[in-house]
């Protein structure tokens, strides 16, 4: 996969099946949209181009600061690459492009820079100013400049359609297990190990203070989660806690991980975490000597959903 940050220099694209949107998270629904698209090119002999913004484009246009992303643009472009397409272009999201019409935004955007030979959209894609760009508008299009225009199916698991509003909220309600469901994959996401108040390892249960790397990343609800952790390269099976840490009279939220059979000062490294499951809601125990029993209760637990 080729990524393209310039769109005054792309390459000319041959036979472009293209797909264009935010595809925060690249979660199930949206690989019915990459399949369609690849389907497409390999009938024609053509190639597979997907156009992502970034910045997400309700951070410009609703100023929502509090706004919770699904994927940072490095971990969207890594789970773009593992559906094997052929080009990725990163167009950056300004008030200026905003104010396009939907006519301009497919005659002068569309068209213009990439001269598909089909465009596919998901069933509730809309573009333009006030987002009154729709299917019905692609297709009056489509006669116009000559290109197909193919619209996938709402995409469902368990009666609910798949979308990255439904994860968002599924992983804020600590509801890992439907998250990943809608995602295809683990929950993950990396950041810094920073000092903490070393309590853990007072009780056998040392754990890494993290911060995430991006600020605008979403943090699942607060809970006790079964957890992959990856630290140089290699993989750990650990248990981390979201939360105000009750017990010991917490009151800002951290995220903090016990990573099983690992002993190292590892500050200012970075971890990757995959959540697996929830295993418990976070809860006030009187005495720190039930904490570290419900902690070993909640290893074996954690051991038990790793396996």
Do not use: C
Request: aromatic share 8%; proline share 3%; glycine share 6%.
């Amino acid at each position: 996969m080729i990524v393209h940050t310039d769109i005054q220099n792309l390459p000319e694209f041959k036979n472009a099946v293209i797909t264009a949107g935010v595809f925060d998270g690249v979660h199930t629904g949206h690989r019915q949209i990459i399949a369609l698209m690849k389907s497409e090119a390999e009938k024609i002999g053509g190639e597979t181009v997907l156009i992502t913004f970034d910045p997400h484009p309700a951070l410009i246009l609703q100023s929502k600061a509090d706004l919770q992303l699904l994927n940072t643009l490095d971990e969207k472009t890594a789970l773009l690459k593992e559906q094997v397409i052929n080009h990725l272009i990163v167009i950056p999201f300004t008030q200026h492009f905003s104010k396009q019409t939907a006519e301009e935004y497919v005659d002068d955007f569309l068209v213009n820079n990439f001269h598909p030979h089909a465009i596919i959209i998901g069933h509730d894609h809309r573009f333009g100013k006030n987002r009154s760009g729709d299917f019905a508008l692609l297709q009056q299009k489509a006669k116009e400049h000559n290109f197909i225009v193919k619209e996938t199916e709402a995409y469902l698991l368990e009666n609910v359609n798949v979308s990255s509003t439904h994860i968002r909220k599924a992983l804020l309600n600590s509801d890992i297990e439907m998250a990943n469901k809608f995602l295809g994959y683990d929950y993950f996401f990396t950041g810094t190990v920073v000092l903490g108040n070393k309590l853990g390892r007072t009780i056998g249960y040392p754990t890494a203070n993290i911060v995430l790397n991006e600020k605008a990343k979403l943090v699942p609800g607060n809970a006790v989660y079964a957890v992959h952790v990856t630290h140089d390269n290699k993989l750990y099976k650990g248990m981390m806690n979201i939360g105000i840490r009750p017990t010991v009279a917490g009151i800002n939220r951290v995220v903090e991980v016990n990573i099983f059979d690992f002993d190292a000062e590892i500050y200012g490294d970075n971890l990757t975490v995959s959540v697996k499951n929830k295993l418990r809601s976070e809860v006030k125990f009187d005495t720190l000597n039930e904490l570290k029993n419900q902690l070993g209760r909640d290893k074996e637990a954690a051991l038990k959903a790793l396996n």
